[in-house]
């Protein structure tokens, strides 16, 4: 029996976190089509394969010493964002590359930010010093890698909105994300998301919905059944031969 308390507004944090713990990303998107989606390049950079907290946003300006300024601010960040300190979760610094094709943040970055108490590091451009970042033992995302650095000469914005890289759109075109200081971000090996508590409230009760059927559908192909043995997949597909407008996703069910 699922005896987890309902989420809500007043949910803390901690309580939502938490229970993204026990998702995917994969199910967030599939409770929320229109989540915030990040570059799909974006992925783990060595062991820890999960990330999860609120987001303290970088503008690079296409370099490292807005960054570098950040790794010292998190306990200013943190009275702002919860004076009372009392529904702290991990703080994940978010750096916005601006399309930068050299590397903004690697193995320095890495540690500094584990020893300064992040609890994360998600990069929409490359990385370097791969071996430093995994041996830093902290979560680590990013996009590709780069030997090259930036000049250090250009400072952007430190703890305010963001644009963030996407997912492409339909036409293949590169897009960006809004991220605010203080929303949730959710990485794992399969993408990243980011939401702002509703959302993130919303995707989880929804979430979870979806994780239960599809154990069970899991259960069911493990003792060798097919998917039409599971679903409806041969109604469902014959009501899009006939050009059913009303037929979606929700019209599959399990039998």
Do not use: W
């Not at 990303?25 to 609120?54: F, H, Y």
């Not at 570098?68 to 601010?73: G, K, R, V, Y």
């Not at 998600?122 to 996009?143: E, H, N, T, W, Y």
């Not at 508590?197 to 259960?219: F, L, N, P, R, W």
């Amino acid at each position: 029996m699922d005896i987890r308390s309902p989420l809500t507004q007043d949910s803390s944090y901690a309580e939502i976190c938490a229970r993204l713990t026990k998702l995917t990303t994969s199910t967030i998107c599939d409770a929320l089509p229109d989540v915030r989606l990040m570059d799909t390049k974006i992925e783990p950079v060595g062991d820890i394969k999960q990330c999860i907290g609120r987001v303290y946003p970088v503008d690079s300006a296409k370099d490292s010493i807005s960054t570098m300024l950040a790794l010292s601010d998190l306990d200013a960040f943190l009275s702002v964002l919860d004076p009372s300190r009392s529904d702290i979760v991990p703080t994940v610094l978010m750096i916005a590359c601006r399309r930068a094709s050299y590397t903004l943040a690697g193995g320095m970055c890495a540690t500094n930010a584990k020893y300064a108490g992040f609890g994360a590091v998600v990069i929409d451009g490359p990385c370097r010093d791969i071996d430093q970042i995994k041996a830093s033992g902290l979560a680590f995302f990013a996009k590709g890698k780069c030997a090259k650095s930036g000049s250090k000469k250009f400072i952007g914005t430190n703890g305010q909105e963001i644009l963030f890289g996407g997912a492409k759109d339909i036409n293949h075109r590169p897009t960006f994300i809004n991220i605010k200081p203080g929303e949730i971000v959710f990485a794992d090996v399969d993408g990243g998301v980011v939401m702002n508590k509703e959302e993130a409230v919303k995707a989880i009760t929804k979430a979870e919905e979806i994780q239960a059927k599809e154990d069970i559908v899991m259960s069911k192909l493990k003792s060798g059944l097919l998917f039409n043995e599971i679903f409806n997949i041969d109604q469902h597909a014959k009501e899009i031969e006939k050009g059913n407008a009303i037929i979606d996703a929700s019209s599959l069910r399990l039998i």
